[in-house]
């Protein structure tokens, strides 16, 4: 049954017009703010440091439980200072390309200082503990080390989240695209 007079195809567009068939238009849109690649290239490189400092700041952590050395305890609080400072550097680039990222990105770049803000304030006072300054107990000492492990963990995860949610953000897009479909919003 082949029934395609002018008058069938005609009434089909026309139909199709009104919406009656349910058939849309498939269109694939530009985001509004797209995603930097650089932003995305510096929290990346961000995930990575923020892991690496809460790697060494378990690591101290965890001699409030061994007999490890003071001498221990200094090149342990110094390479978290130095981590500190790293991505603190980090931070200032993401800072300064804020202004072509995308909201997402932006929040990611917002929420990464008060981390280490914290982190600056605990590690300061651990040196100054460990310089001789017995303003700090030893209580305070472990209270210290416990929270910059703990900030370091959680700074590292939500990094780590936002670098995973623009990896899935940017496949989805690039799937909607090769299926020629609107990426969901």
Do not use: C
Request: aromatic share 8%; hydrophobic share 40%.
């Amino acid at each position: 049954m082949n029934d395609r007079t002018p008058e069938s195809v005609e009434a089909f567009e026309q139909a199709d017009q009104r919406g009656v068939f349910g058939i849309g238009e498939i269109t694939v849109k530009a985001a509004a703010n797209p995603d930097s690649e650089q932003v995305s290239k510096l929290l990346s490189e961000a995930k990575t440091m923020a892991f690496q400092l809460k790697e060494d700041a378990v690591t101290m952590e965890s001699y409030t439980r061994t007999n490890a050395s003071w001498e221990s305890h200094a090149a342990a609080i110094n390479q978290i200072k130095e981590h500190i400072n790293v991505l603190g550097k980090q931070v200032a680039k993401l800072k300064a390309a804020e202004a072509g990222a995308s909201p997402w990105q932006k929040t990611a770049i917002n929420r990464i200082n008060p981390f280490l803000d914290e982190m600056v304030g605990y590690t300061t006072a651990v040196i100054e503990r460990l310089n001789g300054d017995r303003k700090h107990t030893i209580a305070d000492y472990k209270d210290y080390l416990e929270a910059n492990a703990d900030y370091s963990t959680d700074l590292a995860a939500m990094i780590g989240d936002f670098v995973d949610y623009g990896n899935a953000k940017d496949r989805t897009e690039r799937l909607a695209a090769k299926l020629e479909i609107a990426p969901a919003r």
